[in-house]
């Protein structure tokens, strides 16, 4: 994961002084790397002793294995398509520049998204998903959108799955739950209070869960036994939820498809699915 997302998500909870210097590295990258601790500290009006014991914080052995940190994250940064703009949707935008902005947000989000989550972390999920009894998915608004489209693909692939859009429901389905079962719980804010809530009683039950959330810390991924992150830049898209909902979906595809891979009659089961569905199909016509 990215050092420049690592700091720009915990710059809520940072103390000020952390912050300022939190903030200019991230806005600043370029010169940041270019900045002795001295130049940095004097730059932003603190100490340089401030300026190692950051990068201490952020686990990082001295000031210079930061700034290394932060050359080879500038070295992997995702461009934008050619043509495509990544910026905040105004007023004024006509119709081909919003377009371009709203792709180039959805495209910028996937990706990063991707880059957020370990291979290591998809493995470890992808493990508790394959292994579960029964898997149930949560979420409230636009996060419940996309707990059912995921929900249909597992149902292809033969899994014991429940969701309701209700949070009733919900709550009532997981106060069946066990150790042997999973809890799959979406919500980029992490702070879904329904959401929340039935995360708490399926942990008190012994049930695995699986948050997918922001890089921020928020209470859904500290009940979370593991914890798989979505990047959004809603402020810039001014979007309802547009971008978050692509990186959940982004998200929940790749899991998918990763879980296709590895379940040997996975095929199978998609097309017995896909067959059953065409008999409809072919008395509608």
Request: charged fraction near 25%; hydrophobic fraction near 40%; avoid cysteine.
């Amino acid at each position: 994961m990215s050092v420049l997302k690592k700091i720009e998500a915990k710059l809520e909870t940072m103390a000020q002084g952390d912050r300022e210097i939190g903030r200019y590295i991230v806005d600043n990258p370029d010169q940041m790397l270019r900045l002795s601790t001295a130049a940095l500290a004097a730059e932003i009006g603190r100490s340089q002793s401030s300026v190692v014991k950051f990068s201490q914080k952020l686990g990082y052995a001295s000031y210079q294995e930061l700034k290394l940190a932060v050359s080879e994250a500038k070295a992997q940064e995702w461009q934008v398509p050619a043509g495509v703009i990544h910026g905040s949707i105004e007023v004024g935008d006509g119709h081909q520049v919003i377009l371009k902005k709203l792709i180039g947000s959805k495209l910028l989000s996937m990706q990063q998204t991707v880059a957020a989550n370990s291979e290591r972390i998809l493995s470890r999920a992808l493990d508790l998903l394959d292994g579960a009894r029964r898997i149930h998915l949560v979420g409230v608004g636009a996060s419940s959108l996309v707990a059912r489209d995921f929900s249909y693909k597992l149902m292809k692939l033969g899994r014991n799955v429940l969701h309701d859009s209700d949070s009733h429901i919900q709550m009532a389905n997981v106060s069946t739950l066990g150790p042997e079962d999973v809890l799959f719980a979406l919500s980029h804010s992490g702070a879904s209070i329904e959401t929340l809530r039935i995360a708490e009683l399926a942990r008190k039950r012994g049930t695995t869960v699986i948050a997918v959330t922001g890089l921020h810390d928020n209470p859904l991924s500290r009940v979370a036994n593991i914890r798989l992150y979505t990047i959004a830049d809603e402020e810039r898209a001014r979007s309802s939820s547009i971008t978050a909902r692509d990186a959940q979906l982004t998200l929940t595809d790749l899991l998918f498809l990763l879980l296709v891979q590895r379940q040997p009659d996975a095929n199978d089961h998609i097309h017995n699915s896909e067959a059953a569905v065409s008999v409809l199909k072919a008395e509608r016509s």
